[in-house]
Structure formats: C-alpha cells, structure tokens
C-alpha cells in the first residue's frame, strides 16, 4: 500500500504560513508515489482550507471554535484519533511543532525524524534522511524506518516551495471523528500570549546592524561593539546567548524567537550563525563574519569572512574607521 | 516538590571546532572538550530555585558511560541532590525512543512532581521530554521559560514562541517541561563545590534494576541509526579576507564603504 503522507498545515488570521507549501516539496522528497493530504485544525477555517485545495488533493479540517489557539496537547489528541497508523505526518519545525511532534510520535506508534533539512531517497520503508548536529557544524544522513509510521519534523526554508495549482481538491471535515467524547488534553490549559517588549532601539528599521555573539566572551566587551557601532553609523544586535546572559536587551536580539531584520549589512561578530540565528535575518544583506572558528556555518552564509579573534580585530577596524573620517 | 532533571553529557560547541573523521562514521572525538548540555543547566538551575523555595528535592539523571559521573557531579555540585547514573550495554545504540523508554522506567520508580529535560542537546532532535511525556500520560510543554508555582496541583508557564512572544499555559503536575535557555541564570560552579561532591555514590542502575526490557533499548530496537557524517555545503561560502590583520581591517573597510556599511 502507498504510504499516506499528512501535513500539518500552520496558519494565522486565515492566512497559511509559508511552510505549507514547503510541505508539498517535502513531501514529494519522502516519497513521490505517496497520497499526501493537509490538515487544518483551528477556528474558522474555511478560507484556509480553500486556499490549500490547489496544493493538495485532500484537505482535512477539524474546525471547533474552542481550537483557535494551537494548544499543543489537544491537538495531539484530536489527530490520534483521525490519522491513520502507519501514516507519515509532518510538522514544520517551530515551536508548535516541537511541542507535538516527539508525543504524537509515541502515539501514533511511528518513529520521529526531528528537524530535517533535506531527504534522499526512500526504500523498502527506509526513509534517508538530512540532518544538522553540533549547531549546523556538521550534517548527518540519517535512515529512518518509517514502515511502522512516522512524525517528521522539517525546518521552514529548507524546502522550495511548490507553486499552488492543479491538485483540484476537496475539503472534507473530520471535526466529529477528531472531537466526539469531547476536546482531549484538558491537563494542559492556554491562558494567553504575552507581546515581547518594545526597546530603546528598533532594530527591524536599522540599515548597519553590528551584531555580536558568544565569541565576545565576556560582558565587558560588549563595549568595542557599541563603538563599532557608533563608528560605522549603524545599531548593535546580538545572537540569543548575549540576550540569555543578559548582557544586551531582548530587543535586540535577530532570530527566529527573537527579531527578524532587513538590513543592507549584517556584520556577524562572533556569532556560530545557527539557522534560528539566520532565520531572523531578510533581505538578502551583504554578511560579514569574523569568526575564529573557520568551521562556523556563518562561513557559508556570508559574503566576507574575517577568521580572527574579534577581540582584536573590531578594536583595530573601529581605530581605523574613525581615523578614516 | 520532588523534581527530576534529565541531563546529557555532550561535546562542548563553545569550546570545539566539531569535524568529521576520516571515515566520515562520526565526528573527530579525539580531542573534545566534553561538557553537560547547555540546556540543561538551565533545567537543574531552575529545579534548584524551585526547591529552595518550596522545599523537596532535586535528582538528576544521565543515560550514558561511566564518564557520564561526571556532569552529574557537577550538577551535584550546582545543588542537585542526588544524582542516578543509567547505563548498561544493552543501551548502547538506543535512538530517541529508546533513551525515552530508559528514563521513563526510572521516572515511574519514584515519585515526581516534575521532570525537566533541557529544550535540545547537540544532536538538535529536542525529543526526549515530549516522549517521555507521551509515554508516561502526563501533560508536555516545551521551550519553557517561565515557571511560577501556583499550588500542588498546578504551575503556570511560560513558552517562548516567534518573535520573542511568550505563550502563558496552565499546566496540571505531575507533568514534563523541556527547558529552554535564559529562564535564569545559572551558578558558577567552582572547584571547591565539585570537591565537596567528589566522593558522594552515585547509584547506577542497569537494565534489570530497571526492569527494562533489552529488546526495547538500545542499537537492536533502533528505528533511527546514522549513516554518515559529512560537512554540509550550504551556499557558496564566504570569501575569506586573506593577510596580516591590518590588510583584512583596510580591505574590510573598502568593502564595507562600498556597500553603504559606513554611513
């Protein structure tokens, strides 16, 4: 029997989010032979669902009014009860998907292939897939067996996206099957979303953006980034490490949980450049990294690399930016 | 509160530039600096605060070698207060499910309030608190960083989300949270505190202490097994500045005035 792919489609205010059609790529690198069907579960969802009836031959919806925030939990259950064993389902890697994806795995029975990148090839219900390790330094291929069914999880980016048009599906409503004997997951509760707070600077509208990371060190050294900074005109941003320190504001913070930028030049200082690092980063600006660590993936994300330590190089380049002036 | 926290024993990113060996089987391991998992810390730092303030106890456990000893030492050494070693060879091999089977079957011999894992380790696949969680019926949050207590029966948290928003949940115990960084900041650890630990047993509990079936564990169970390593081509790779490290200032300045990076 051909395997039956499901994607767990993610939408906010009645629009999908980009890795939808991600997904259908994604999908057609797991297995070309295999039925590949969406899934929609929210609150008013009929727009959704209709755009997705281009991209996939089959759109699940489970619509209930008490879905409209994706609690994680409840969720789980409701598809448990709807998708088959034996199915493959995929998920987008966010924070949604990491906190369903391991439990449905161990619920549906299947194995969980986290964080994806990339698949090669399928045989005899052995699945090859992609992965990152040790920050993106090295990948890995991995074989999976998902004859028994699986969860995979595929990072947002890593999949071109298939232009909608041709599938002509239908939308057919599992919301009883998924919710008769009432809404699963009652132990864990949504109460609400806090917005993230607003800083001094706002980073998003920043032309120059200096941005340091751990290889600064220590928290005294923050300072020759500020005067990199003010040297070249632009503002200082930071990787997630600086932010858990707490040696620079949330605000400033570029990634995935943190801000998304669109500057014209990103110099990279000290930053490994994980994808959540260079998920927050748009715009296609001109990179720079100095980075001592001629292995860091920054290296290939970056127009220029310096390969120092930056404790000497940016006091050196920040002297002969302002002797320049 | 009786708390558990999972914790891995891991090559330190920080400290290493990770290579793939000549055969391409696994990374370089010669000379790596081994460290316990970033995320971690977190997770034992905030089960420590929770405890100083409610009272209870705080255990932490590692599947893994006899080298394994010595991250849960030095959690020991932060304030855990006991600390449990699993291994056996029949757990050589095991993929996620497998490490989440391991744990589980310590987990249900005591009595835990909540468990931590951290939010991922350096595999990146941060999976084994949401299976745990699965396997054992008790309600999952990950990427938690916040934790208030609210009774003995519930806790509210904190989830970071896109954006650095922050999903607020009520979650009933005995429950699993994967922690993420930044939820505190955890304590130095200095020598003197790894010393007053040094000689304090840590239990090791193997297969059958555990009443683990070996058909569940390790390499013969695995539906996950790597392939290969190999260092990945992402783009076309950064054109490395070339010279002594005043021409790579001179040049970078050049280049940056040329793309508006000097105003």
Redesign the interface.
């Known amino acids: 029997m051909a395997l039956q792919i499901f994607a767990y489609i993610l939408h906010k205010d009645g629009v999908i989010d980009d890795t939808a059609l991600e997904m259908v790529a994604a999908a057609g690198k797991i297995d070309p032979a295999a039925s590949l069907t969406a899934i929609v579960v929210g609150s008013k969802t009929d727009a959704v669902c209709n755009s997705l009836i281009a991209s996939f031959k089959e759109v699940w919806k489970i619509d209930n009014d008490s879905l409209s925030y994706p609690n994680a939990e409840v969720i789980r259950g409701l598809l448990t009860r709807v998708i088959p064993k034996g199915s493959a389902v995929i998920f987008a890697l966010d924070p949604f998907g990491m906190d369903i994806g391991p439990g449905l795995s161990i619920k549906l029975e299947g194995v969980y292939v986290p964080d994806a990148v990339d698949f090669d090839g399928i045989e005899g219900g052995k699945l090859k897939a992609v992965r990152q390790e040790y920050s993106g330094q090295v990948s890995t291929h991995v074989l999976c067996d998902i004859s028994g069914g699986a969860v995979i999880t595929i990072r947002p980016g890593s999949f071109r996206a298939v232009e909608p048009g041709g599938a002509d599906g239908t939308v057919i409503d599992k919301t009883a099957d998924a919710t008769t004997g009432g809404l699963p997951g009652g132990a864990r509760r949504y109460v609400e979303v806090l917005q993230a707070e607003v800083g001094d600077v706002d980073i998003t509208k920043s032309e120059i953006l200096v941005s340091v990371g751990r290889g600064i060190g220590e928290q005294e050294n923050i300072d020759i980034i500020k005067e990199l900074a003010k040297a070249v005109g632009g503002d200082v941003s930071c990787s997630r490490p600086i932010v858990d320190a707490k040696w620079l504001e949330k605000s400033r913070q570029v990634g995935t949980s943190g801000q998304t930028v669109k500057p014209k030049v990103y110099m990279a200082l000290g930053i490994s450049g994980s994808f959540q690092h260079l998920g927050g980063i748009k715009g296609s600006p001109f990179i720079v990294a100095v980075n001592k660590n001629p292995k860091a993936p920054i290296f290939q994300v970056a127009e220029i690399g310096v390969v120092e330590d930056l404790l000497e190089f940016v006091p050196l380049l920040t002297e002969k930016i302002n002797e320049m002036k | 509160m009786e708390i558990l926290v999972c914790v891995k024993r891991v090559?330190d990113?920080?400290e290493n530039?990770?290579?793939?060996n000549s055969s391409g089987s696994d990374?370089e391991r010669g000379d790596l600096v081994y460290s316990v998992n970033e995320w971690d810390n977190y997770a034992v730092e905030e089960a420590i605060q929770i405890r100083d303030k409610v009272g209870g106890s705080v255990t932490v456990v590692s599947v893994g070698d006899a080298e394994s000893e010595e991250v849960l030492r030095r959690e020991m050494a932060m304030g855990a207060d006991k600390g449990i070693l699993l291994s056996d060879d029949a757990f050589t091999g095991s993929?996620?499910?497998g490490l989440?089977t391991i744990l589980k079957s310590e987990i249900i011999k005591g009595k835990y309030d909540l468990v931590f894992t951290g939010?991922q380790a350096?595999?990146?696949?941060?999976?084994?608190?949401?299976?745990l969680?699965?396997?054992l019926d008790?309600?999952?949050?990950?990427?938690v960083n916040r934790i208030e207590l609210l009774d003995d029966k519930k806790i509210?948290i904190?989830?970071?989300?896109?954006?650095?928003?922050?999903?607020?949940?009520?979650?009933?115990l005995p429950?699993v949270l994967s922690i993420q960084?930044?939820i505190n900041?955890p304590r130095y650890v200095g020598i003197r505190g790894i010393r007053k630990v040094a000689s304090v047993e840590i239990p090791v509990h193997g297969a059958s202490e555990l009443g683990v079936n070996s058909a569940s564990v390790g390499k013969a169970s695995a539906?996950?097994?790597?392939?290969?390593?190999?260092?990945?081509?992402?783009?076309k790779?950064?054109?490395?500045?070339e010279g002594s490290?005043?021409e790579?200032?001179?040049k970078?300045?050049e280049?940056?005035k040329s793309?508006?990076?000097?105003?």
């Open positions: 090559p990113t920080a530039e990770i290579s793939v990374i993929d996620g499910k989440a939010a350096d595999d990146g696949a941060g999976q084994i608190g949401g299976m969680a699965a396997m008790w309600p999952y949050a990950s990427l509210k904190g989830r970071e989300i896109a954006g650095g928003n922050q999903e607020i949940n009520e979650i009933d429950c960084t930044g900041e539906k996950i097994s790597k392939v290969d390593y190999f260092v990945p081509a992402l783009g790779g950064a054109e490395l500045l490290i005043e790579k200032v001179e970078l300045i280049l940056l793309k508006g990076g000097i105003k």
